[in-house]
Nanobody, 122 residues
Framework: QVQLVESGGGLVQAGGSLRLSCAAS????????LGWFRQAPGKAREFVAA???????YYADSVKGRSTISRDNAENTVYLQMNSLKPEDTAVYYC????????????????WGQGTQVTVSS
């Protein structure tokens, strides 16, 4: 089992920045890929970014160039730095974990956090 706890969400003006954190516990971090997803009201959960154990990174086109995913394996934590935020980035952001390589698919992740709200005002 892996427990995930997100933090760092909040209210920010368009053009601003936020850094989301996700602390993992419960088992070894080795060979675990971590992802960030988001879900806006009335919409399906969508991929944002993912990072493998060896720090291979994947980004959705919607955030590429504005966001950076990173991980600290010593601290069992993954981060999502988001810059130049837009109102359409408003959503609940979820951290997720899976064994093996990173993935863009919701269904391939086994463990999920409770989510953290990000609201971007125009």
């Amino acid at each position: 089992q892996v427990q995930l706890v997100e933090s760092g969400g909040g209210l920010v003006q368009a053009g601003g920045s936020l850094r989301l954190s996700c602390a993992a516990s419960g088992r070894t971090f080795r060979n675990i890929a971590l992802g960030w997803f988001r879900q806006a009201p009335g919409k399906a959960r969508e991929f944002v970014a993912a990072i493998s154990w060896t720090s291979i990174k994947y980004y959705a086109d919607s955030v590429k160039g504005r966001s950076t995913i990173s991980r600290d394996n010593a601290e069992n934590t993954v981060y999502l730095q988001m810059n130049s935020l837009k109102p359409e980035d408003t959503a609940v952001y979820y951290c997720a974990a899976r064994n093996g390589v990173g993935s863009r698919e919701v269904y391939e992740y086994d463990y999920w956090g409770q989510g953290t709200q990000v609201t971007v005002s125009s």
